[in-house]
C-alpha cells in the first residue's frame, strides 16, 4: 500500500512543470537525490548525470551571484528561501530559475532533506527586462524632450520679449495668454491690467476694434492667418495708430492648438513718413519745374529776337535767365544738402569767426533783398566761434526767410544775441501764425511741414532739418517757443571759444 502510494505520488511528481529535486542533508555535501522529468528539461541534464552532485553545478562558473548566499543561510539555517537566480543548461544556455527550497525535517526535528521546486522564468524574466529597458528609454526620451522643449521656450521667450514687435497669444475665448514688453511699452499697458483679460475688454475696451474681431473670429475654425493687415484706430492714451496686424493659429510640431499669435506693427510714423516724402515729391517736382518752364519760355524768347534790335529787352530777358537758374541752383543745393546731411556726407570747414560780425552782416543783406522788413538787431557777444561761418549763415538765412513766409501779416523780425555760459544765443523772432505743440515736436523731422500752411505756402520741409543737423554738428542746439497766433522764435546756441 505504501509503495502504491508512493508511485502514485512519484507519478505526480513527475508530470508536473516544476522541477522538483530532493537533496539529501545528512550526506556530505547536500547531494541530489531526486529530481523530476521537468528538472532534467529545464536543465539539459539526465538523471544520471545529477542524481548525486550538489546543485551549485547549475550556476556553472556565474558563482558570485548574491542569491547563492541567501540560499547557503537557509540551507545552514533550516529555513525556507525564494530566490530568483542565473542558472546554466547542460548546453551553456542561461536561464532564470525561481527557486523554492523548504527543509524537510525528521521527528527529532533534524533537517533530513531539502526539496527544490524550480520554474524557468526566463521569459518572463525577459519581458520584466525589456519593459525595464523600454520604461527607462521612455523615462530618457521624456527627460530629453522636456529638456529640449524647456529650452525652446526659454529661447522663444527670449525672442518673443526682445522683437521689436508687439506680441499677443490669445485662448480660443481670446483671453490674453501673455504679452510681450515692447506690446506692454508700446500701448502703455501694465502685465496685470492685459494678462488674463480679454482682448476686446482690454483699456476700457479700447481694443473693442470690429474688424480685428472679424478677423479673429475666422481664424480659429480655418486656420487661415491675417496677414498685413492695415487697422487705423484711435487709443484712449496714446492716440491715433495706424497697425499692421498678422495673426495665426498657432501650430506647434504639426498640430492646431486653439492659440491666436497676434504680431502688432505699428506702423504709424512709417505712414506719416511716407506721406511727407510723397508731398515733398510733389512739391519738390513742382518747385524744380516752375522755373524751369519760366527759363525755356525765356529761351524761346530770346532765339526769336533780333539783340541788334531790341538790346535791352534782350539783356533784361537774359537778366531773367539768369535769376531763375540762380533760383534752380539753390532749390538743387537745397535738396544736395539733405541727403548730404541725411547720410551724414556733410564736410565742416571750421573756422574761427566773429558770431556778431556774421550775423549784422547777414541783416544787412537780408535787409536789401527784403526791404519791405524791418529785421532788427540787438544784443553782442564779442565772441569768437569756431564753426563752418557759410553753414552757420545758411541756417540764420533759413529762419529769418521762414519768418518772413509765416508771418505774412507782419513786416518785424527781432534778432537778438547774446552770451549765455559758454556758448553764444541767437534768436530770431517773428510775430507771425506761431506753431500748436503737436507741431513743435515734429517741426526739425525732414519733410515735415505743418499741415495747416501745406497748400498755401510753399516749401519742401527740409529747411529746418537740415538747420537743426548743422547746429548739432556745431554741439549746439536748435529749438522753437511758440503758440498758435502769437509768432514763434527760434534760437541756436553755439560753443564760444574760450580765450
Ligand atoms: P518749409 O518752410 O520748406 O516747409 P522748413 O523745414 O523750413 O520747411 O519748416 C518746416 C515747417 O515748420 C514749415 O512747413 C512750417 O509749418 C513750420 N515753420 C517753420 N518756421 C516757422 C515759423 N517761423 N512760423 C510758423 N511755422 C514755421
Not at 523548504?102 to 525577459?126: A, C, E, L, Y
Not at 541783416?363 to 566761434?385: D, M, R
Request: some cysteine; overall charge negative; aromatic content about 8%.
Amino acid at each position: 500500500m505504501i509503495n502504491e502510494n508512493l508511485n502514485i505520488y512519484l507519478q505526480a511528481l513527475n508530470s508536473a512543470n516544476s522541477g522538483i529535486i530532493i537533496t539529501d542533508n545528512l550526506q556530505p555535501d547536500n547531494p541530489i537525490i531526486y529530481c523530476n522529468s521537468a528538472f532534467e528539461k529545464i536543465s539539459g541534464y539526465n538523471k544520471d548525470e545529477i542524481i548525486g552532485h550538489n546543485c551549485r553545478f547549475l550556476q556553472a562558473q556565474d558563482r558570485s551571484q548574491a542569491e547563492r548566499q541567501l540560499i547557503k543561510e537557509s540551507i545552514r539555517d533550516g529555513k525556507e528561501c525564494r530566490v530568483e537566480i542565473r542558472n546554466y543548461r547542460k548546453n551553456g544556455q542561461l536561464f532564470w530559475n525561481e527557486l523554492f527550497i523548504s527543509p524537510v525535517k525528521n521527528d527529532d526535528g533534524m533537517i533530513t532533506h531539502f526539496i527544490g521546486v524550480q520554474n524557468d522564468v526566463t521569459d518572463r524574466k525577459k519581458i520584466e527586462y525589456d519593459l525595464r529597458e523600454e520604461k527607462s528609454s521612455v523615462e530618457e526620451k521624456i527627460q530629453q524632450r522636456t529638456k529640449e522643449l524647456m529650452g525652446k521656450e526659454a529661447f522663444l521667450a527670449s525672442i518673443i520679449q526682445t522683437v521689436r514687435e508687439s506680441l499677443l497669444v490669445l485662448d480660443s475665448n481670446y483671453v490674453v495668454l501673455s504679452a510681450n514688453n515692447h506690446f506692454l511699452s508700446s500701448f502703455k499697458v501694465t502685465q496685470e491690467e492685459t494678462v488674463g483679460k480679454v482682448l476686446f475688454e482690454l483699456g476700457n475696451h479700447q481694443w473693442d476694434i470690429d474688424t480685428l474681431k472679424d478677423l479673429l473670429t475666422k481664424i480659429l475654425p480655418t486656420n487661415n492667418p491675417v496677414t498685413d493687415y492695415e487697422v487705423e484706430h484711435h487709443f484712449q492714451h496714446i492716440g491715433k495708430k495706424v497697425m499692421l496686424l498678422n495673426a495665426y493659429r498657432i501650430e506647434f510640431e504639426g498640430q492646431y492648438k486653439d492659440r491666436i499669435l497676434i504680431a502688432i506693427e505699428d506702423i504709424t510714423d512709417k505712414k506719416e513718413l511716407d506721406r511727407r516724402k510723397d508731398d515733398f515729391l510733389s512739391i519738390a517736382s513742382h518747385e524744380l519745374k516752375t522755373p524751369l518752364t519760366t527759363i525755356k519760355s525765356l529761351i524761346q524768347l530770346l532765339q526769336r529776337m533780333d539783340p541788334a534790335k531790341n538790346p535791352d529787352q534782350f539783356t533784361t530777358s537774359l537778366d531773367k535767365v539768369s535769376i531763375y537758374i540762380e533760383k534752380l541752383n539753390k532749390l538743387i543745393s537745397k535738396l544736395l544738402d539733405t541727403s548730404k546731411i541725411h547720410s551724414g556726407n556733410i564736410e565742416l570747414h571750421l573756422e574761427p569767426f566773429e558770431i556778431d560780425k556774421t550775423i549784422k552782416e547777414a541783416i544787412e543783406n537780408l535787409s536789401v533783398v527784403n526791404p519791405e522788413y524791418e529785421i532788427s538787431f540787438s544784443g553782442c557777444t564779442n565772441a569768437s566761434v569756431l564753426g563752418d561761418e557759410m553753414q552757420i549763415l545758411q541756417v540764420f538765412n533759413n529762419l529769418i526767410s521762414n519768418a518772413i513766409k509765416y508771418a505774412p501779416g507782419s513786416k518785424n523780425i527781432e534778432v537778438y544775441i547774446n552770451t549765455v555760459g559758454n556758448f553764444v544765443k541767437i534768436s530770431v523772432k517773428d510775430f507771425g501764425m506761431g506753431i500748436s505743440h503737436q507741431d513743435k515736436i515734429k517741426i526739425f523731422e525732414r519733410f515735415f511741414r505743418a499741415s495747416n500752411i501745406q497748400k498755401k505756402y510753399p516749401g519742401l520741409g527740409i529747411g529746418l532739418y537740415v538747420s537743426h543737423e548743422i547746429i548739432v554738428n556745431h554741439k549746439g542746439t536748435l529749438w522753437v517757443e511758440s503758440e498758435v497766433g502769437e509768432g514763434s522764435t527760434f534760437n541756436f546756441t553755439l560753443p564760444v571759444i574760450k580765450n
